[in-house]
């Protein structure tokens, strides 16, 4: 079982709408939780870092959140764009651990439709 | 200032070459990391190096192996390719710092035929 999961899989919203994109994961503890957009063939771009005393961070129309209780994550993309379609990802750096420990999920594929 | 770069951007390489792949990290930034990524999968942790010493390997063969420079730039090298070995090479760059982004370049296409 991957300890962090992502939800839904892949998802397709028309341009302009707004939504949500889902991590929970079971590393514990953890020192920070971290959104990637990822453009197929293309490396990672960051969106944002919170670590486990921050529940949420605002990156443009990203926003993510954090419940370190539930630890569960949150993505709200608001007004979506056509240049919004990509794999966002979710990864968790262990407590105490540095890049190298990153433990990534699987990514939401996201379409957005004209 | 310049992000990561990484090159070449896109390589084809026979089984049984050698390959190296090279980067250099955000200006100030001391910590490079290496990561390759199958298409469909996440990054896998491959190496990682600050202050021009290795500080972390993953699980891959001894097939792969890197350095960091002076200047911090860093090559990543794998011998005797495999056709497994075709995926998206990603370099990433920090401080090196808990809690710090980590920046990635574009990668390096290597296709192994």
């Known amino acids: 079982k991957n300890q962090v999961e992502q939800s839904p899989q892949s998802l397709i919203i028309l341009e302009g709408k707004n939504c949500t994109l889902q991590?929970?994961?079971?590393?514990?503890?953890?020192?920070?939780l971290r959104w990637y957009k990822q453009d197929t063939g293309r490396g990672p771009v960051s969106l944002t870092i919170?670590?486990?005393s921050e529940n949420t961070k605002s990156n443009g129309r990203y926003t993510a959140t954090l419940d370190a209780d539930t630890k569960q994550s949150s993505l709200h993309i608001t007004a979506s764009q056509l240049s919004d379609s990509a794999s966002y990802i979710c990864?968790?750096?262990?407590?105490?651990?540095?890049?190298?420990?990153?433990?990534w999920g699987l990514g939401t594929s996201l379409a957005v439709n004209p | 200032d310049a992000g990561v770069t990484q090159s070449p951007t896109h390589l084809i390489k026979t089984r049984g070459q050698h390959v190296t792949l090279r980067c250099s990290p955000i200006?100030?930034?001391?910590?490079v990391s290496w990561y390759q990524q199958v298409l469909g999968q996440g990054p896998q942790f491959i190496f990682q190096?600050?202050?021009?010493?290795?500080?972390g390997r993953g699980n891959f063969p001894d097939r792969f192996s890197a350095r960091q420079f002076p200047n911090y730039s860093s090559e990543l090298n794998v011998n005797a390719l495999l056709l497994g070995d075709s995926a998206l090479y990603l370099c990433?760059?920090?401080?090196?710092?808990?809690?710090?982004?980590?920046?990635f370049g574009q990668g390096t296409r290597l296709t192994v035929v």
């Open positions: 990864v968790v750096t262990p407590q105490a651990g540095n890049n190298r420990k990153l433990i």
């Open positions: 200006s100030g930034h001391k910590s």
């Open positions: 190096y600050y202050e021009k010493e290795e500080r």
């Open positions: 991590c929970n994961y079971t590393v514990s503890p953890f020192s920070n």
């Open positions: 919170m670590t486990f």
């Open positions: 990433a760059s920090s401080t090196g710092q808990l809690n710090t982004e980590a920046f």
